[in-house]
């Protein structure tokens, strides 16, 4: 192997005088797929991101020589040359990456011209190139469309095409694919592994997810907590992992605990029967002014969901599997039947001009609702006792205010938060904190001791761990079984995570397009899937996630 | 934001829980500028609550025959201090001042011997007269002394800013939850509703309001209020929107919250920071509007101590520098000192701030 692209000594990474990256090594050779794994907080989105400086905040040691000229050294006039020219960046979400403003083939033409010094007529016909060898349909259509007329997978290969516009050594992708789904995960990753061949530059792939670097990487480095605890070619590492981390990591994958179940003998906690959901959408043009057009998200749905199981809704963005999670919570207004314990929600209580009564508040109590993004689920300026104790305000507003402190301290300590004894004081203190002093799993935890706290019979969890990490992803879904079991909960499971269902559903529905394709336990559907969309989605995971019975 | 604090609850003693409130008031704290500002505004606000120790023609205390008067809350008439008349004491008579310097008589005054509305008769020039030992800042042209006006006149200001800001973030908040929180169609008639009243000519409907009615300060607060709160409302209103469809919302309402505990507890406190941010300089602009009115003579009625007026005067005197320099230092304090405060503000509330 000949001399390395990039060769980064000690790099070192604080914001504000908190180091959070502890002097890291590695080497990049020209045309490698190095991939740089860990969780979140573990320091490796900052250090890629550090080596061409651009986190202002950040102070930066060590030393990051690409090709022999030391980038941490460079000026910022220096810099600009390198950055979008030899070293480009893709990130996680196209749609805030993209400049709204512009269309796509304008922002890759300011490279060209810029970087390239290409004429505009010159830049034009690159653009269409460019976008056609990323596999978009129509390129000279779409060189012309703005990011916001773009699907999600269109967008990030908007962005592979700016990256490319430039023909850098190396390119450095952040989570190029988390924001994608199952299916055009695969895709993109085939792209980039095509097109990095062909044009010989080196990539490095920062990614939380272990099994997209074995398909994918030559060698890999574990980041944990801002430390680089292992590296190897993926082989290895995924073989012979040395490090407790690594392999804590390779492990954290969800397993199916249980095995198939016959339904038990009990009215169902939740019925749906030709349930369907509309929106009323502007109309395009004139027309718009004065008729509003109907946009089906959800239609013929009809399921029956027993207590004590789970029924897991599977389906890309854009499936309608959202919208049947807030009918199911009574938050939309809908057609057809939709039954909790036997009692329907009805028209009165939809729209946001809803008439709380008695009927309606009973019906609440028996469906809560864990979201999926931590961070967006607790109101940041209460504290953890009224974000828990709400429920009890509104369902049992009898309750003294030491017996609500008590629920709560019990509702925390089921869901894990607190130990089972402690200090008084010490635990009042842990209930007045506020969400933004606890992690991301802590988050979901108090989410879901929120919902439990008034004892509802079904839960739906709306992509309940798609937001966390893996290890973190693996203990929660723990937790929900455990409730599961002791309360004989029901939940509706909605997600696009394959893993996760198997790990938690008893029953499956696959939506596509806001119509179910498929339905039936989920040993019958992910294993011996019949309609071909669910086939698609099954092997677009298999490689990944191979099922085993437990 | 680390994958390994996932444990329990351990046992090691916590820091004090820090509220998001908290933290701001910590970040506000740090802003010297603007946290001395505030306490210099505060200090000259509560001063000005106490104009009357500080400014009054009237002792605050007085002993006269070995009897003790408090003349600042009950002035007695002359004939209690040997006067031949039954009118209220006039303390600037020398006839008066002569009492008290006898043995055993005395009398507590105030730092500023003159009362915004008193004139001084005394005066050894033809009014405006410049500064003296009697009148520190001087008088203005009807021999009225310009600190005690300028004291009473920044209260005024202050108060009435206080209030004007107070009802016009009322009805701004409620305006923009009630469209926000609803959307849809009330929102669109709102929306409409504030444009068309936003473009209704604000200056000439104190005219002619000023000539209906008997000019007051009451009047100034409504007719201000009723075009004030229209800034604020979009932005309260675009917090709504943003926040109403965030995830602890929906969560609320699968609690089964009513909309309007859903308003005041979950929306409302996480719309504020807009607000908050803006009060400072809301107070300035109502400053200077009430500053603006009574300069063109269109505020207070006559009389009433106020900035504007006193600038008005300035500019007809132009040789009793006195006058203008005083309001202007005055006028600029103020103003400065909320700018400062609302700084501070801005940046302890900067959203981006937070996550360090």
């Excluded at chain 2, 209690?80 to 039954?86: L, P, Q, S, V, Y």
């Excluded at chain 2, 709504?240 to 469809?245: A, D, E, I, S």
């Excluded at chain 2, 009430?290 to 009625?301: K, W, Y």
Aim: charged content about 20%; hydrophobic content about 45%; aromatic content about 8%.
């Amino acid at each position: 192997m000949s001399a390395p692209l990039l060769q980064v000594r000690g790099l070192r990474v604080a914001f504000a005088g908190l180091e959070v990256v502890h002097g890291i090594d590695f080497e990049l050779a020209a045309g490698e797929r190095l991939a740089l794994v860990g969780e979140s907080g573990s320091g490796k989105t900052v250090s890629a991101l550090s080596l061409l400086r651009l986190l202002p905040e950040a102070e930066v040691g060590g030393s990051a020589l690409l090709q022999g000229r030391d980038l941490l050294r460079l000026s910022e006039r220096e810099l600009r040359g390198v950055r979008g020219d030899e070293v480009a960046c893709i990130f996680q979400e196209p749609m805030t990456a993209l400049n709204p403003l512009y269309t796509v083939g304008n922002q890759i033409g300011e490279i060209l011209t810029l970087k390239k010094g290409l004429s505009a007529r010159q830049a034009e016909a690159r653009i269409v190139e460019l976008l056609a060898a990323t596999g978009m349909p129509e390129p000279e259509r779409r060189a012309r469309a703005y990011p916001h007329q773009l699907s999600g997978g269109q967008r990030q290969r908007a962005m592979i095409a700016m990256a490319l516009a430039s023909e850098p050594r190396l390119l450095i992708a952040d989570e190029p694919t988390t924001a994608l789904d199952a299916s055009l995960r695969t895709q993109m990753l085939e792209l980039l592994g095509t097109l990095q061949q062909r044009l010989g530059m080196a990539l490095l792939l920062i990614t939380h997810d272990l099994h997209l670097v074995r398909q994918f990487a030559d060698r890999v480095l574990v980041l944990e907590r801002g430390h680089l605890v292992e590296q190897g070619p993926v082989a290895q590492v995924f073989e012979q992992a040395q490090h407790p981390y690594t392999r804590k990591l390779l492990g954290s994958r969800p397993q199916r605990t249980f095995g198939p179940q016959p339904p038990p003998e009990a009215p169902p906690v939740l019925r749906a029967r030709q349930l369907a959901v509309a929106y009323e959408v502007p109309r395009p043009g004139l027309a718009g002014w004065f008729k509003r057009g109907r946009f089906e998200a959800v239609r013929g749905v009809e399921f029956e969901l027993p207590p004590g199981r789970t029924l897991g809704v599977v389906g890309e963005s854009g499936s309608g599997k959202s919208t049947l999670a807030l009918a199911a919570l009574g938050l939309l207004r809908h057609q057809g039947e939709l039954q909790i314990m036997g009692e329907a929600w009805g028209e009165s209580g939809m729209g946001p001009a809803r008439a709380n009564t008695p009927r309606l508040r009973r019906l609440r109590r028996q469906v809560q609702v864990v979201f999926q993004d931590p961070f967006s689920s607790l109101s940041p300026r209460m504290n953890i006792e009224q974000i828990v104790g709400e429920g009890l305000l509104v369902h049992e507003p009898h309750l003294s205010v030491p017996q609500r402190r008590a629920r709560v301290l019990q509702a925390l300590r089921e869901v894990g938060l607190l130990p089972e004894s402690g200090p008084q004081a010490e635990l009042l203190r842990w209930l007045q904190r506020y969400p933004h002093e606890f992690s991301g799993g802590q988050r979901q935890r108090i989410a879901i001791a929120r919902a439990l706290i008034v004892q509802p019979r079904l839960l739906v969890l709306d992509e309940p761990t798609s937001a966390l990490d893996v290890t973190v992803q693996q203990q929660v879904l723990e937790l929900l079984l455990r409730l599961q079991r002791e309360h004989n909960l029901s939940y509706l499971l909605i997600t696009h995570d394959l893993d996760v269902i198997w790990a938690l559903a008893h029953q499956v529905l696959v939506l596509q397009g806001g119509a179910v394709v498929e339905q039936g336990s989920a040993e019958q559907v992910l294993q011996l899937p019949q309609h071909p969309y669910t086939q698609s989605l099954v092997q677009a995971c298999a490689p990944l996630c191979p099922r085993t019975e437990p | 934001m680390s994958v390994l604090t996932e444990a329990p609850a351990s046992a090691t003693p916590l820091p004090p829980a820090l509220s998001p409130g908290r933290l701001a008031w910590r970040r506000f704290r740090r802003h010297r500028l603007g946290f001395y500002s505030l306490i210099l505004f505060g200090l000259l606000f509560v001063l000005s609550l106490g104009a009357e120790l500080i400014a009054n023609d009237r002792p605050l205390l007085a002993r006269y025959g070995g009897q003790l008067h408090a003349p600042l809350l009950h002035n007695p008439p002359e004939t209690a201090f040997g006067g031949d008349f039954e009118t209220p004491t006039d303390f600037h008579d020398p006839f008066i001042q002569r009492q008290f310097e006898q043995p055993g008589n005395w009398a507590l005054f105030p730092p500023i011997r003159f009362h915004h509305s008193s004139i001084n008769y005394f005066a050894p020039e033809p009014h405006p007269s410049g500064p003296s030992a009697s009148n520190w800042l001087g008088t203005d042209d009807r021999g009225r002394d310009v600190a005690a006006r300028l004291l009473y006149g920044f209260r005024l200001s202050v108060l009435f800013a206080l209030a004007l800001t107070a009802v016009g973030v009322l009805l701004g908040v409620l305006a923009g939850a009630i469209q926000g929180y609803y959307g849809g169609r009330v929102d669109l008639v709102g929306q409409r509703f504030i444009e068309v009243w936003g473009s209704m000519p604000e200056l000439y409907l104190l005219i002619i309001f000023s000539a209906l009615f008997e000019p007051g300060l009451l009047l100034l607060l409504v007719l201000l209020s009723l075009f004030g709160w229209m800034g604020l409302s979009d932005y309260v209103r675009a917090e709504f929107l943003r926040n109403r469809q965030l995830d602890y919302v929906r969560a609320a309402r699968a609690m089964g919250l009513s909309n309007w505990q859903i308003m005041r507890r979950h929306i409302l406190p996480n719309s504020l920071t807009p607000v908050v941010t803006f009060l400072p300089f809301r107070m300035s602009a109502a400053i200077l509007a009430l500053t603006a009115l009574d300069f063109l003579g269109l505020g207070v009625p006559p009389g009433t101590p106020s900035l504007g007026e006193l600038l008005a005067q300035g500019k007809n005197n132009l040789d009793a520098w006195w006058i203008s320099l005083g309001t202007f230092a005055v006028l600029v304090l103020t103003l400065l000192l909320l700018t400062f405060m609302g700084d501070a503000l801005r940046d302890a509330l900067d959203p981006r701030k937070v996550q360090r």
